[in-house]
Structures are given as structure tokens and as C-alpha cells.
């Protein structure tokens, strides 16, 4: 059993920075790509960045590249965001998968975390 818990959200502007963290715990990380996942009020769940096993790929959505980033060490895995806009406002859910060189598929993940919340206003 792999359990994973989300910190670093928060209510930011227009132009700000975050750093959302994922501590893994329960069993080794490595055996695992790991995922970002968010969901806007009235939204789908949308892929957002994964990593893979090792943390030598990296994959992130079309529109998010060159702000946000995805990387991991031995425990934890983090989402790095940048210059953000009102439309990055969502839950963002930290997952792991078992396809080692990960996915953007949200069914492809085993186990999710409970989200945290990042609001950015204009």
C-alpha cells in the first residue's frame, strides 16, 4: 500500500510561484512513476506533469510547458509552478502508477492522494 499526502497549496496572484510537495510513503518510491493531476470547480480531472521511476523523464500537458516543472528524490515528489494564471485554480492530486515509465492517463494510476488546493486570483 502506497500512501501519498499533497502540501504547498495556497491563494496566490496573478504572476506568483508555488511549490506543491507529495510525500510517498509505505513503500519505495522508485517502483513507481509518479503523476499530477488537477481538477477545476465543475471540471474534469486533467493531467497535468509525470515523472518516471528513475527521474530521468519528465512529461508534462502541452499548454503548462515552460511554467510548471516535475521532479522527485527518494520520498517525495514535486510540482513547481510558475507564473501563474486564474485558470491554474484547482485541486491538484499527486499519484502513483505501477507503469514505471508513467502515464497521462488518470486510470493508469494506483493510488491518489487528497488533493490541495491552489487558488490564484487576478
Known amino acids: 500500500q502506497v500512501q501519498l499526502v499533497e502540501s504547498g497549496g495556497g491563494s496566490v496572484q496573478t504572476g506568483g510561484s508555488l511549490r506543491l510537495s507529495c510525500d510517498v510513503s509505505g513503500r519505495t518510491l522508485s517502483s513507481y512513476a509518479m503523476g499530477w493531476f488537477r481538477q477545476g470547480a465543475g471540471k474534469e480531472r486533467e493531467f497535468v506533469a509525470y515523472?518516471?521511476?528513475?527521474?530521468?523523464s519528465t512529461y508534462l500537458a502541452d499548454s503548462l510547458k515552460g511554467r510548471f516543472a516535475i521532479s522527485r528524490d527518494k520520498s517525495m515528489v514535486y510540482l513547481q509552478m510558475n507564473r501563474l494564471k486564474p485558470e491554474d485554480t484547482a485541486v491538484y492530486y499527486c499519484a502513483a502508477t505501477s507503469r514505471r515509465y508513467g502515464s497521462a492517463y488518470s486510470g493508469d494510476y494506483d493510488y491518489w492522494g487528497q488533493g490541495t488546493q491552489v487558488t490564484v486570483s487576478s
Open positions: 515523472i518516471t521511476w528513475s527521474g530521468g
